[in-house]
């Protein structure tokens, strides 16, 4: 599955590639003349606008940003806990994939996915100033007063306690499209039998799709 993965990144990035420089020569060669008209040829960045497929973007100023994501698997009742720590530029600082035993809905997956990985960067001292997360649901009970948490307000209490050690963090949503790193982690975490982290480089599961991201 993973070489699948890599096969269809590195096929989508050639094709990417491919049509920047065809669309490059054809502008040299018609000197400026319009060969498209330029609401006939729609670019990726505009495509990913309209589909709501916008890459993980860096931040301005000097920020460390943790982004989480879950993976089940239902036949093992396994949880794949994936996160990643990115500086300003992009660079990899961190990553993590952690199974955990278990089966859960989604909001509760999430959670524990935050949850797990609030400790582990606690416990390896990294100064988060920023949390991503395409868990909408858990990105709101987070940043409001929301009564109804039904399954997993008890997990809320205590990742806000957690999060008492990062008291300037922000906690933001973004779609999945933007996760693809963290989503490569916890996917890994679903075949390790014991947590893999590291730290300053990129483990080998999601190399592409961290170097498309950064």
Known sequence: MEERERT???TAAFVINYMDKF??????QKQGAAFFPSTSMPTLDSIRNTTG???WKPLNGTVLMLNIDAALDLATKTLGVGAIVRDSQGHVIAG???PVQGCF???KMEAKALFHSLNWVVQEQLHITHIETNALRLSNALNYSLTDLSCFSDLIMDIRCLLSFFFEAA???VRRYANQATHGLAKHALEL?????WIGEISYPIFTIVVNDS
């Open 171 to 173: 906690i933001s949503h």
């Open 23 to 28: 669309l490059v020569a054809n502008q040299n």
């Open 193 to 197: 039998d014991q947590d893999s982290c």
């Open 96 to 98: 993590l994939s952690k």
């Open 105 to 107: 809905r989604s909001d």
């Open 8 to 10: 269809v990144l590195e």
């Open 53 to 55: 497929e916008m890459p």
